[in-house]
């Protein structure tokens, strides 16, 4: 019933800059509490940011805190991710999805490669 599909990501150099996005599809009443994660080869997904229903209150893992910005547009249905001042270690496939509970299908993710 719900789909997602991010976008945004690509092969940058440190210090550079990228803004993903997350377009929510499906027939859903309200845009839930959502987060990024990111995958690394042979990792599991990790929590990279979070964002309440009403995108008032923001978390961040402690790796990405000062140069990363998670916001949302209800209206739209889109959630995104700022990133700046890239890292080689923030290299990964980023993918959105609920905060918690029974997650939504996975969508495709995006890749981000950030070469030293």
């Known amino acids: 019933q719900v789909q997602l599909v991010e976008s945004g990501g690509g092969l940058v150099q440190t210090g550079e800059s990228l803004r993903l996005s997350c377009k929510v599809v499906g027939n859903i009443f309200s845009m839930e509490d959502l987060a990024w994660y990111r995958q690394v080869p042979g990792k599991g997904r990790e929590v990279v940011a979070t964002?309440?229903?009403?995108?008032?209150?923001?978390w961040y893992v402690d790796s990405v805190k000062g140069r990363f910005t998670i916001d949302r547009d209800n209206l739209k249905k889109f959630v995104y991710l700022q990133m700046n001042g890239l890292k080689p270690e923030d290299t990964g496939v980023y993918f959105c999805?609920?905060?918690?509970?029974?997650?939504?299908?996975w969508g495709p993710g995006t890749q981000v490669t950030v070469s030293s």
């Open positions: 999805n609920l905060q918690h509970g029974r997650l939504w299908p």
């Open positions: 964002i309440n229903s009403a995108g008032n209150r923001v």
